[in-house]
């Protein structure tokens, strides 16, 4: 074993086995007074972990918010829908609308090339607000710039779209 002293290398004598066996840790003893402290810190760790993983799962859906129209929560568009409702706009193409898992009970389904179209049917006078919906949100920023221009008020966007609508754990309809 090697020991330094003002920078000079020195050889240590060996230690004795007593000695050895005296300055091994005594890992009960230690666990015994830190797991408290140690149980407290993984907790700390694992919590910082999911936070963390789920702050990035919402990243691209925040940043379009930010630049987008007003969002809402799954959990919102599902108490909105227990008045006299939205009117919920799916913008993923048909087959995918029609296919498992499905979509959203009520909705109407107008792809985002149709959609100018479209909306030449709905009545403007109607006070029902609009939830554009598809995948992951990025759709239905886009979307509801063509919504406002035509000149429909209370537009939403379902924040996170689809794929939150499913990891809240929300009835889907095929």
């Not at 702050?55 to 379009?64: A, E, F, G, I, T």
């Not at 179209?117 to 919906?133: A, G, Q, Y």
């Amino acid at each position: 074993m090697l020991e330094s002293v003002r920078g000079f290398a020195l050889l240590a004598a060996p230690k004795a086995p007593a000695q050895a066996a005296s300055a091994a840790l005594d890992y009960e003893a230690l666990w015994k007074e830190h797991s408290g402290w140690i149980v407290l810190g993984g907790t700390f760790v694992l919590i910082l972990l999911l936070g963390g993983a789920k702050w990035l799962m919402d990243l691209p859906s925040n940043r379009r918010a930010k630049r987008g129209g007003p969002t809402l929560e799954p959990r919102q568009v599902e108490e909105l829908m227990s008045g006299s409702g939205p009117v919920i706009i799916d913008l993923r193409p048909p087959q995918v609308f029609s296919r498992k898992p499905g979509h959203i009970r009520g909705s109407v389904n107008i792809p985002l090339a149709f959609l100018p179209r479209e909306l030449e049917k709905f009545d403007l006078r109607e006070k029902r607000p609009i939830v554009l919906v598809d995948d992951t949100d990025e759709l239905s920023h886009r979307a509801f710039l063509v919504v406002k221009a035509k000149g429909f008020g209370w537009i939403y966007v379902l924040k996170g779209g689809m794929k939150a609508w499913q990891r809240a754990g929300l009835p889907m309809y095929r």
